[in-house]
């Protein structure tokens, strides 16, 4: 779906080609030569001539003719050109180029890069956890507390900044420890709370339950302590 919707943005004009195929043509095995010769043919199809003559090409390049078949033939042959044959309304038959394997391996380089920027950035928030945690508790963590938060993040797949939400539930109610920080995870996962937002509109709402609930049992003093969630109660 997102490759097809890739495509006709391409076609269609939203991408920019040349800024594209530049970022990517290296990654995806063209030489500068091959990209220039790409971008040519590019050009003509744009400019309406949909499958100019070796002739044609080789003029706007430093090759010549034989070079310029040459190459043009490689490209087809490695799948980055296509030429099309069919016959017209009026019988006719043509051939033209198209570039659509080229788009598709640009777009499949570009989805791929992508998800290595993706997965890397998650790196980065699954290592901030760990850093987090040790700055909390003011010491290194004990490879039991790592093997704990790596099942956290693995096995129940809980995002990096709902830890860091659980964790800073834990600090604000004083009760700092892992047993406290996973019953938290535990009821948010059960009552399908998935982001932080989530996470801080449940712990409001509480809090104001909490609150009415002690003006009826009692009067509150002016310094009383916001009250918090005793997770291990639940």
């Known amino acids: 779906m997102y490759k097809k919707m890739f495509l006709s943005w391409i076609e269609e004009g939203v991408v920019s080609i040349p800024s594209f195929l530049f970022s990517y043509y290296k990654k995806i095995g063209l030489t500068d030569l091959e990209c220039m010769t790409l971008l040519h043919i590019y ?5 309406g001539n949909d499958f100019p003559t070796h002739d044609e090409i080789a003029e706007r390049m ?20 296509e030429i099309i044959k069919g016959k017209s309304d009026n019988g006719i038959y043509f051939e033209k180029y198209s570039l659509r394997p080229l788009w598709m391996r640009l777009i499949d380089e570009h989805i791929l890069n992508e998800k290595g920027e993706i997965q890397a950035q998650q790196k980065d928030e699954e290592g901030n956890v760990f850093t987090m945690f040790e700055q909390e508790f003011a010491r290194p963590l004990s490879p039991i507390e790592i093997e704990t938060i790596t099942m956290w993040l693995d096995n129940d797949q809980h995002e ?5 939400a659980a964790l800073k539930e834990a600090v604000m109610s004083g009760k700092l420890n892992f047993r406290y920080i996973d019953r938290i995870l535990f009821e948010w996962k059960k009552n399908g709370i998935k982001t932080v937002e989530q996470a801080q509109e449940q712990g409001k709402k509480f809090r104001m339950h909490q609150q009415q609930k002690r003006k009826i049992d009692e009067p509150v003093k002016r310094n009383d302590s916001v009250p918090f969630y005793n997770w291990l109660e639940n």
């Open 62 to 81: 430093t090759l010549n003719v034989e070079q310029c078949s040459q190459l043009i033939g490689s490209l087809v042959q490695r799948n980055y050109l």
């Open 43 to 47: 050009s003509f199809i744009e400019n």
């Open 160 to 164: 990096p900044a709902l830890i860091k």
